[in-house]
């Protein structure tokens, strides 16, 4: 069953981003809640809100782009539940399976990787530093150069 603008459907989290979570259908199709629909107020940071293996109710909006499946948890909230998906036989062996990778998924993340993750920002920062001030400084002396100052007589 393909999803339409306009319907409300459950979903799985399944990836966080700065820009807002990827969401699993029930039908299997995967969409996109942009921060901005996660929740009315101003969301700093999707984890404050959803967490990856949570269940959504969420609204199906109409896509700019053929192909993409946005949804919106904001314009969901308030709208009737849909009801559960019947369970089939050959499909709650692959939901155990996806819950216990979501349950080894949901823990927060070693405090080490933001560590890691910021001295790779910083050594990015200070290399573009060094590459700047070495740009200007070549700038400086052409211009120098071609003005005729700066000359030790």
């Not at 199709?29 to 949570?54: K, P, W």
């Not at 155990?96 to 920062?125: I, L, N, V, W």
């Not at 700038?139 to 003005?147: E, F, G, I, L, P």
């Amino acid at each position: 069953m393909a999803v339409e603008p306009g319907q409300i459907v459950r979903g799985t989290v399944v990836h966080l981003a700065p820009y807002g979570a990827l969401v699993r259908l029930e039908d299997g199709a995967t969409g996109l809640v942009h921060i901005s629909e996660i929740a009315a107020n101003f969301v700093q940071n999707v984890a404050d809100h959803v967490q990856q293996g949570d269940t959504v109710i969420v609204k199906v909006l109409p896509s700019r782009k053929k192909g993409k499946i946005e949804l919106s948890i904001k314009q969901a909230q308030g709208a009737e539940p849909p009801p559960p998906a019947p369970v089939v036989e050959g499909q709650s062996q692959g939901s155990r399976d996806e819950g216990q990778g979501t349950q080894t998924h949901s823990a927060p993340p070693p405090p080490y990787a933001r560590r890691e993750s910021r001295g790779a920002f910083e050594d990015k920062m200070r290399e573009f530093l060094d590459n700047s001030s070495d740009r200007l400084d070549d700038v400086r002396r052409n211009t120098d150069n071609k003005r005729g100052g700066r000359k030790s007589r």
